[in-house]
Nanobody, 125 residues
Framework: QLQLVESGGGQVQAGGSLRLSCAAS????????MGWFRQAPGKEREFVAA????????DYTDSVKGRFDISRDNHKNTVYLQMNRLTAEDTAVYYC??????????????????WGQGTQVTVSS
């Protein structure tokens, strides 16, 4: 069973940066598409970014394009989300997700099966 644990969240001022990590265990992730989602208070969970099993293809929601970067290190069984130029609107609990799939272009429409517990990101303005 694949298990995902997020880390790297915290509080940062607007304009700052954070790097989230998602460490996987129980399975190697080299056959999994991976994604990041977030849920702000009072809002539904929303897609943030996704990366294909090889790392060759990525997708982002419009609001983070040019600011966030998703990457993966299959040798370390870890996925990352580098977040730059953060704003108060980025405040949310961030979740890592995975699906056993060789889909070339994972996106918001991809059905992810495995989820982490989340890590809080708070951006103060």
């Amino acid at each position: 069973q694949l298990q995902l644990v997020e880390s790297g969240g915290g509080q940062v001022q607007a304009g700052g940066s954070l790097r989230l990590s998602c460490a996987a265990s129980g399975r190697t992730i080299n056959s999994y598409a991976m994604g990041w989602f977030r849920q702000a208070p009072g809002k539904e969970r929303e897609f943030v970014a996704a990366i294909s099993w090889s790392g060759g293809n990525t997708d982002y929601t419009d609001s983070v394009k040019g600011r966030f970067d998703i990457s993966r290190d299959n040798h370390k069984n870890t996925v990352y989300l580098q977040m730059n130029r953060l704003t108060a609107e980025d405040t949310a609990v961030y979740y890592c997700a995975a699906v056993l799939s060789f889909v070339r272009n994972p996106s918001a429409r991809t059905k992810f099966d495995y989820w982490g517990q989340g890590t809080q990101v708070t951006v103060s303005s």
